[in-house]
């Protein structure tokens, strides 16, 4: 027995050796650095790992690997087992007791961050192909706020998880280092909190908010598009935490290139750092996604359903979870199972335009001002005269229809109007279709023209 175990400790040192030349070092590092081997059984091996999140996404990503490879070297086929090992905990706990062990832990040293959504955690965080450059560098610096990638722009299409990410980085921070200050902010929050001390006459206690903290993570940076003003104030924000060497990570729906009206040394700033992208899932990470999702609801879904959803939605994780939660509803409501025909009825307008990209303000913007011979910069400007009014009117209520933007990111495309504004738009829309029989027409042509464009 005591020779078996030896030789399995040999086999599993040449198994992660074999590994290792498989994949990137730094890729090797995040995730097989903190792992011991500490024992085996009747063909098994035990492990311990730091966390139940390494643990799942070892499991995930590479078990299926190292199994094989293990199976290779001993010729039998051997299980791997992990336990969580919390370096402070004492030898012997098993998982549940590290889990009990971190609650305690959070709950003595601090509750929760006032600005962070507690449920965005690098732990529901599922990484595939997509966006594992940009969860790695977020992890990395979680590790190490301040001292590695800093600034970081994380950027990619709505619903992909930029906003998860940069409050995990926070979360994370906020539980593992106590002492750091933490500030997490969208970038209309800080414009107007920035307004806001200018008209109370109380700067100096804003600058202090965002200039005195450890890690500032500033969301959806393309929103400070024709905001000289908090442009100016960010300026001088950057390079006070730069100076400092605080760690800041910023978030955008574009890259930084193509963010408009953004200064020159605003924009700079932005790219000095590292820049990384998320991508849409592909379909075995939606499946990976929307299982968790699954799980953690508590739910009964056949795989076959959970399968045709991520067929057929390809989009975003946003979408993703709005079906499930549509089809979830819908089986409460009227108290059914979920079947594969039901899911296909209750879904036929998500499955609707299965390979659509999201539809964009701006292809809207310019489609409409086509259509009515206008300009597109006018169509977007301040102007108010009368031949811009309605079909800018048009525009702001295809933009609600079509996107997933709320008013105040609808107001902001439009020369930075208030979301009322759009609000007031949609209800004329809706207000002139019910007396007016041509509206109706106006916006099916226009609806075609938008999907035909948006390639
Ligand atoms: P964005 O800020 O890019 O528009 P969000 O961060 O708001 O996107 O993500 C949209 C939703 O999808 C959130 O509920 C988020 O938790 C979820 N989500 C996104 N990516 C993932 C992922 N890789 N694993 C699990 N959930 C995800
Ligand atoms: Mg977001």
Known sequence: MESGKKSYEAFWKQALKDLMDDISEQEFSTWFRGIEYIGSGDSQIALSVPSSFIK????????????????ELAGQELAVKFSIQKKASSKGSHEE?????????????????????????????????????????????????GTGYNPCLIYGGVGLGKTHLVQAIGNSVYHEFPDLKVAYVTVETFANEFI??????????????YRLVD??????????????????????TFNALYDANKQMLFTSDRPVAEIRSLSDRL?????????????????????????????????????EVVEVICRNINT??????????????YAELVNKNITLDIARQQLKDFFAQPSQKNITIELIQKI??????????????????????????????????????????????????????VMHACQKIEDRMKLDPNIEPTLQTLLKQIKENNV
């Open 196 to 209: 806001l001390s200018i008209q109370k006459k109380t700067g100096h206690q804003f600058k202090n908010k």
């Open 316 to 329: 975003n994780v946003r979408d993703l979870e709005k079906a499930l939660t549509k089809l979830i509803a």
């Open 368 to 421: 409409v001002s086509d259509y009515f011979g206008l300009s597109y910069k006018d169509l977007r400007g301040k102007r108010r005269t009368k031949a811009v009014a309605f079909p800018r009117q048009v525009a702001m209520y295809l933009s609600r229809e079509l996107t997933e933007y709320s008013t105040t990111e609808v107001g902001a495309e439009f020369g930075g109007r208030d979301h009322t504004t």
């Open 215 to 236: 890690v500032l993570l500033i969301d959806d940076i393309q929103f400070l598009e024709g905001k000289e003003g908090t442009q100016e104030e960010l300026f001088h």
């Open 97 to 145: 007791g590290g889990r009990l062990q971190k609650a305690e832990e959070t709950v003595t040293r601090k509750r929760q961050h006032p600005q962070l959504n507690k449920e965005y955690t690098f732990e529901r965080f599922i990484i595939g192909e997509s966006n594992s450059f940009a969860a790695n560098a977020a992890l990395a610096i979680s590790r190490n706020p």
């Open 56 to 71: 799942d996404q070892i499991s995930q990503r590479y078990l299926t690997k190292i199994e094989e490879k293990l199976a």
């Open 267 to 303: 924009r700079s700033r932005f790219e000095r750092g590292l820049n990384v992208d998320l991508q849409p899932p592909n379909y075995e990470t939606r499946m990976a996604i929307l299982n968790r999702k699954v799980e953690e609801k508590k739910v009964n879904i056949p795989d």
